[in-house]
Structure formats: C-alpha cells, structure tokens
C-alpha cells in the first residue's frame, strides 16, 4: 500500500542575520494510510519545523524548503501553488497545534471557528455548517456543544479549548492529521482524556496522523512507529515496541535512561543525564551532530553517518551499530 | 479538624520539623461590582497543614488551580496569607516585622518556574546572582560580591565569564541553574522549588534534579518540591503531599504513596501517567470531566464530581485527613 505521505530529505533552512539556520537538514519520513507516527525530539530537534514543512506554513522568509519532496497522496506539495495548497490545508491535511489559546482565534465564537473549514471547503451554508459544528463538538467531548458554539475562546478552559481544535481538524474528515504536541500545555489528568479521544477518533475515522511530542510516554501508547529527531536530523526509527525495548542509538538510549521511572524502586539513585546541551543549529558540528555529548564517540563519528536500516523496519544513523 | 490532622502528621513525623504550617488558608475577594451585596472568593488554599523536617524534601503535587503555587509562596510570604500560621525554625513568622522577616529570608528563598520571565533582562549575571548579597550584608563591596558570585557559579556548573553575560544570552537550563545559583547566594536552609523543571527539555531536567540533590546532600538543603510531573516528584521526595482545589487530599511518605495511593484523585493521577512499559495490561478508570476551578469550589468533597467512586454522602459532607496507616493520611469517605 503506498504511503499517505512520504517526506524525501526535506532541508528547511532559515536565512537570518547571523546566518543560516539548518532547522530541517535531511529528513526522510513515511506513514501509511491509518498510520500514526511518532516524531519524538526536544526544543530545537526540527519537528515542530518538520510538520509545518509539510503544511507549507514556514514562513518566507527568513525560511525556505531549499530541497527534497514532500509527497501527499501522490502529488509533491512543494511543487504547488498556494491556491492549490488552501485547497489541502484544512480539508485533506488538518493540523492541531500546541497552545490551543494562541492558535483560536479570540475575536469568534467557537461555532464560527470549527464551522470555517467546511464553508470553505465543502460548501456548507450557515445553518448546515453549524449543525456539523455541534454534531463534532459532541463528537470530541463536549456535552453542552449547543451552548459553547455561542462562546468565545477566553471563556473555555485549557482542555476545552484543544477539544475544540480537534473539533475544527477534523471537520472536513481529513486524510492525515498533525498533531504538534497537543497536549503539553494540559493537564495530566486532562492529557489522558485527550489522548484517548484521539485515538478513538482516528479509529472511526480511519485517518493517518504524525504526533509530535517530547514525550516518549505519549509515544509509547499512541504511535505504531517512532522517528527520533536530533538537531535537525532522524537518528532513529522502528515500531514503537521494538524501539523501547532495543534502542539502538546513543541518543535514544539517553533519552530514556534520563526520564524518572515510576517504577524504580530506588527513588532517590542518580539519574543518568546526557550531557552538554544540542548544537547550535546556525553552525552544526561536522560528523554525526550528537557526538559532542555522546558517550561512545569514536574517530569515524567525525563522519556523519547515514539512516541504515539494521533489523526489520528498525533505522539508525550510528557508526557504532553499522 | 484542622488540629487533628496537624496532630497526626506530628506523630507521625516525631521531631521539631523546620517548617511547620498550619490552618494555611488564602482566600481572594472577587467582587461583583460596585454595589455588590455579597463577596465571592477564590479560595485558591483552603486549610492546608503539613511539616518539613530538616534536610528532607517534601513534593507538593496537584493540577492547574490546585493552589500549590500560592502555597509555595504563602509560606515565603510573598503573599499574605488570610489565615493560618507558618513556622520556621519553630517561630511563626506570619508575626514577624518587616525587620524580622528580613532576617528570615536570607534562610528561606526560591527558585521560580519560568527561566525566562525570572530573571531580570536588564541584569548581568553577577547582578543577578549577587543582588541579596549586598543587601544583607554578606559582602562588603563589589569585588567581594564577584568572587562570591563566581563560586555559586560553578557550584551550579556554569563559568566564570558567565558573570558578564546577560540572560537572553543562555539557554532554558542555563538560566534556571542561574536561578539555582540565586537561591543559594544567601546560604539558605529552605527553599520553594515551584516547578523548577517544568519548562525544560527532558535530557535537561534530569540535569537540574541532579544538581539540586547533590546540593540538598552537599549543603543540607531542605526543600519543598512544587510539581504536576509525578514522575520527578517520585525521584526527588521523602514526603509526597498531593493537593486538590485548595486542600490537601493525602500525605504520606515518597514509597508509601506510590506503592498505595489511596484517595481516588491521587489514583487518578498515577494512571494518567503516560508509561513507556504498562507493567500489566489492565487500564485504570481514567477520571472524567475537569476541575470546576477554584472560584467555584462545590461544597461536600471537592472532588464528587469527577470522582468514579463518589457516592450521595460526599457531596454533603467533608471528610478531614486522617491517618490510615503508619506515615500515611487521606481525606477520602472510603477510609
């Protein structure tokens, strides 16, 4: 089955004073159809660029896709214009962002903002676009729909208002759904709510999504396949199972080892940190980019290594596993 | 019931604490108008109670609009507290004079949860770091202020010329070790952790946790570790107090609460947990709905509306912190 979307070595870059930022330098990714994939990285990894790489949302400038194909359903969307994108945007591509109160806009009500997608792309009228409004409001959680499709953002909590953003991506039944660290600003308690309705929505609608986050937690139970990123690059990749029981490079294995297990049974031993801090992405280090806090370095790491895969779907870029 | 909660975590903690806060209560007025006839409050810290001993860290945990925050601060006097009392060293400063409080807070200080809105961007470094130094007196001038500076500096794993720099020039983590560096200059006994991870990335935190348990070892360091992440909680405590719309729902120690969390909100919390390996695949009841927020705190037990095992009883009544077990209390009807 071909992928829904399949990303060949994107380089998003941003040209600013001080030079030349490589945000983006070389990623490759695929998902299927009904596919979720994890893109896992910290502040500066590239994956909030990444996914608004594939929406065409960078900003020009200072920013640019300086090379590579993002391929949606067959058709390579850096090759279209920006009409043809706000056909796609929205419709086949829909996107939830992280902070839910700076991403609605805070001068309509809810109701004018999830009924939006589809008066402009399926050409609902006032009145039929409002009744999907609540329909999809109830969809996501939200009992008293009739009465916050009158109400404006300020007056929603944090939850609500990420429901609502659901709501809106979901409208015109998209074929993939990005979803940039939808969760972060929330509740834990509320985050499980979120994720499970996620999930199940993906289920029902049998849509495709790349789920952004810092948290391999969230990974762990939401995504099929993971993609770690590191200062602008994929350094690993694999089914979610495999990749937490065998991760293969230094990276990963840091990550892992650094998050506080709520099952240790010594709660107080030191935790093993990686490290140094990521690269400065306006001149990154020659050869693999996280060799400067890696503790198994060795000469040929002043090589980069390429994204190799070693066993069944599972991809590393390391010297140490080639 | 307030006395008997305090009395049962006395028992249990056996030894004058360094902190000891009592009745803790912080209410704020929101008026409906000029000519409003009745007063609503946020009662964002209703009745909260609990002991620090020396040396010991003890996590306060809970959700946006809980009160732990407030708290933190009720107790450094940063606010003024609407009732209560809050005892260092045995003495309840909420008395103190301006003067008084003076002395005090050289030994009490706090590290603050926004790296970046913490740190004055007007202010070098060793302005930064040093700026309580002059003022009680610890250094006599400037070059002694420096070399003070410069020795809080690396104790925190940053460098000398850092001292020249000015915060927009370091990273998240960077400045929140220059915000550890602050708290320490005056050589304090106690300090307020408010989420001092929270807006890191996640190789950097276990960074910070670190840095301040080799402190609390090195220095004697007592702390009171505000967070929502349990997970950091469960690796920097002794004593876990987990708070709901302004009160406390159950204390206990570190591997007590988390080998037997006993109030519904608190089991809630630990299933919500994104976890790499489920030990087994059963999923626990998540919890529904959200907080109603503390202006509209429900009377009877503030959690009957979202809780799975609330019955008619708990909406009609309150239920005080008892204690259940060795180290442990919980305000639940269950128990």
Known sequence: MSPILEINNIKTHFFTDAGVVHAVDGVSLSIAPQETLGLVGESGSGKSVTAMSVMRLIPQPPGRIVSGSIMFDGRDLCQMTENELCGIRGKDISMVFQEPMTSLNPVFTIGEQVAEPMRLHLGYNRKQALERSIELLKQVGISAAERVVRQYPHQLSGGMRQRVMIAMALGCHPKLLIADEPTTALDVTIQAQILELIKQLKAELGMAMLLITHDLGIVANVASRVAIMYAGKIVESAETGELFSHPLHPYTQGLLASIPDLTDSCPHKRLQAIPGTVPNLLSPPKGCRFQPRCDKAMDKCNQEPQLIETHGGHFVSCWNKS | ?335
């Open chain 2, 1 to 335: 019931m307030t006395t008997n909660s305090h009395e049962a975590l006395n028992f249990l903690m056996n030894e004058q604490p360094l902190i000891s806060v009592t009745g803790l209560k912080k209410h704020f007025p929101v008026t409906g108008g000029m000519f409003a006839k009745s007063q609503h409050y946020v009662r964002a810290v209703d009745d909260v109670s609990f002991d620090i001993r020396e040396g010991e860290t003890l996590g306060l945990v809970g959700e946006s609009g809980c009160g732990k925050t407030t708290t933190g601060r009720l107790i450094l006097r940063l606010m003024e507290p609407t009732a209560g009392q809050v005892c260092f060293e045995g003495d309840n400063i909420l008395g103190y004079s301006p003067k008084q409080m003076l002395a005090v807070r050289r030994k009490m200080q706090i590290i603050f949860q926004d790296p970046y809105a913490s740190l004055n961007p007007r202010m070098r470094v060793e302005e930064i770091v040093g700026e309580g130094l002059l003022i009680h007196k610890l250094a006599t001038d400037r070059r002694e202020r420096k070399e003070k500076v410069r020795q809080l500096l690396q104790q925190v794993g940053l460098q000398s010329e850092h001292l020249y720099r000015y915060p927009h020039e370091f990273s998240g983590g960077q400045r929140q070790r220059i915000g550890i560096a602050r708290a320490l200059a005056l050589h304090p006994k106690f300090i307020v952790a408010d989420e001092p991870i929270s807006a890191l990335d996640v190789s950097i935190q276990a960074q910070i946790i670190n840095l301040l348990q080799d402190l609390q070892q090195e220095l004697g360091l007592t702390y009171l570790f505000i967070s929502h992440d349990l997970r950091v909680v469960k690796h920097i405590s002794n004593w876990v107090a987990v708070m709901y719309l302004g009160k406390i729902v159950e204390i206990a120690t570190c591997a007590e609460l988390y080998a037997h969390p006993l109030h519904p909100y608190t089991q809630s919390l630990l299933a919500a947990i994104p976890v790499i390996h489920r030990k087994n695949n059963a999923e626990p009841a998540k919890v529904s709905g959200e907080s109603s927020g503390p202006a509209n705190v429900p009377d009877g037990c503030r959690f009957y509306h979202r809780c799975p095992q609330r019955t008619r009883g708990c909406q009609e009544n309150t239920f005080p912190l008892k204690s259940v077990a060795d180290k442990h209390l919980v305000a639940c009807r269950l128990y």
